[in-house]
């Protein structure tokens, strides 16, 4: 079956780095999105990975291990309006995202 | 640029009745999507449409229909809603469909939707 492994909840502090990891299983793999969600809004994409290896923009990037089947988004430099869902999805062989239930980040001051 | 949007922004809705979420993007994309999203519940895929004239199952379609006449457009129908359909619908729109960056999902707004 297809499946997206991702925390519930997470933690961090105003000013630090954090990592939110995913696994992934997909009928095929044809890459790795990331997407912001704050509460009540719609996700927004932050990132895609397709090939191994690390992709920055700006204060978040976005790695990817195929091998693995793993993935994770790394916020640096956190700010308050950073809290928000962040949902990782694959892209299956059909082309069609699977979707985790998303990581709950809460930014403490 | 309006992108993407969608109407009624809630609604509370009598169990078997019938109704129709509207969605339209004015960016050109040729595929479409819609999901529900339910509490601790990733986003789930209902029906899509790669391009104008086409429509396809996702992971739920059950219970729910939806139409492409045309580019801008991707209503979905709930026919006799239940309440299992409470949610919150998003439409989203893309590009294309392979798998490139260039095709990322965009979102509309969402329909919170109450089936009482």
């Known amino acids: 079956g297809q499946n997206i492994d991702q925390p519930t909840e997470m933690t961090a502090t105003e000013g630090a780095i954090v990592q939110i990891n995913c696994t992934y299983q997909?009928?095929?793999?044809?890459?790795l999105f990331w997407y912001q969600q704050h509460a009540g809004e719609a996700p927004t994409f932050l990132s895609y990975n397709v090939l191994d290896g690390l992709e920055e923009k700006g204060r978040f990037s976005s790695f990817l291990s195929r091998s693995k089947g793993y993935s994770y988004l790394l916020l640096k430099e956190l700010q308050m309006k950073d809290s928000a869902s962040y949902l990782c999805a694959g892209m299956d062989s059909n082309y069609q995202l699977i979707w985790g239930a998303g990581t709950k980040l809460i930014i403490k001051p | 640029t309006a992108g993407i949007t969608q109407a009624p922004t809630s609604q509370i809705l009598a169990a078997g009745r019938s109704m129709t979420l509207r969605c339209t993007q004015d960016m050109r994309h040729n595929a479409m999507y819609w999901y529900r999203q339910d509490l601790g519940l990733g986003l789930r895929l209902i029906h899509y449409s790669n391009t104008a004239g086409t429509t396809g199952k996702g992971e739920v379609p059950d219970g729910y229909s939806v139409s492409r006449a045309n580019t801008d457009d991707f209503p979905l129908t709930l026919a006799s809603a239940v309440p299992s359909q409470t949610s919150v619908y998003f439409c989203?729109?893309?590009?294309?469909?392979?798998?490139?960056?260039?095709?990322?999902?965009?979102f509309g707004p969402g329909t919170r939707l109450t089936v009482l």
């Open positions: 989203a729109s893309s590009p294309g469909t392979s798998g490139r960056v260039s095709n990322e999902q965009f």
């Open positions: 997909t009928s095929g793999f044809n890459g």
